[in-house]
């Protein structure tokens, strides 16, 4: 697995979902790291960064209900729970399917004990009122109240998925803010955490200066006039825009 500079994990969290989003266009022409139809429940709790490990799901069939059984040592979703290493997005496969909730507020309260600081699925999350009162970041689908047992069968883990219909393979970075989540690849994330670092404290120039008076015209999406300005500004000790 590709190691991570150090200072990768810190750039990213200063970084929105928006703007890698469009780093991964920019640099590696990657228009498809953010799962479809997929919210955080709760906008206030909703951001997270790290390494992905990974739980699939399939559907359910009715003679093989056993296994779907948490209390199983291999059971896939028992496996993600008890083995993830801390400060790991769990990132769960679930093929849209919203007939069962892949987690509720107890198993969420077992991932925060371990130090998981995030969780993604493409299906439904179940114990609403209690799981969006927790501090675990949550991005899903929906709710509903039936447990996972009643649709679908968890069948793999920490191996490559499909999530919202982007392919996630285990140790690929995750972030998550409040327009979703978006997962980078293990060997793009040091470049993508600089240039999108970059990006922000530009466009947070950019902005400041737009909320002064300076027309769009010329000026954004940045030109070589407004990037020549930046860069004076930042020489200059980056002094109040007003």
């Known amino acids: 697995m590709t190691d ?24 590696a022409g990657l228009r498809s790291r953010s799962p479809r139809d997929i919210r955080p429940l ?12 990974t739980l699939r799901y399939a559907p359910l069939r009715e003679d093989l209900e056993r296994m779907a059984n ?60 209690p799981l969006m009162a927790m501090d675990l970041p949550v991005h899903c689908r929906t709710f509903t109240p039936p447990p996972n047992s009643a649709s679908i069968l968890a069948v ?6 499909g999530c919202g219909g982007v392919l996630v393979f285990p140790g690929d970075i995750v972030v998550g803010d409040e327009d979703g989540a978006v997962m980078i690849p293990r060997h793009l994330a040091d470049k993508v955490a600089i240039s999108g670092l970059e990006q922000e404290q530009v466009e947070a120039y950019i902005k400041r200066r737009v909320e002064l008076g300076e027309p769009i015209a010329g000026f954004y999406p940045a030109s070589e006039r407004t990037m020549a300005d930046y860069r004076d ?9 007003g």
């Not at 290493?85 to 679930?94: H, Q």
């Open 4 to 27: 991570l500079a150090p200072d990768t994990l810190l750039k990213l969290r200063q970084v929105s979902t928006a703007t890698l989003t469009s780093q991964l266009i920019k640099v």
């Open 70 to 129: 948490i209390a199983l040592a291999e059971n896939p979703t028992r496996r993600a729970i008890e083995e993830s290493e801390p400060g790991s997005v769990v990132v769960v496969d679930m093929g849209g399917d919203i007939g069962g909730g892949a987690i509720g507020d107890i198993l969420a309260a077992r991932l925060i004990y371990r130090g998981i600081v995030g969780l993604v699925a493409d299906g439904a999350m179940r114990d609403a009122g």
């Open 42 to 53: 709760n906008a206030a709790k909703s951001r997270f960064v790290g390494p992905a490990v």
């Open 233 to 241: 500004w930042v020489d200059a000790g980056r002094p109040s825009l």
């Open 156 to 161: 793999g883990f920490n191996e490559p998925i």
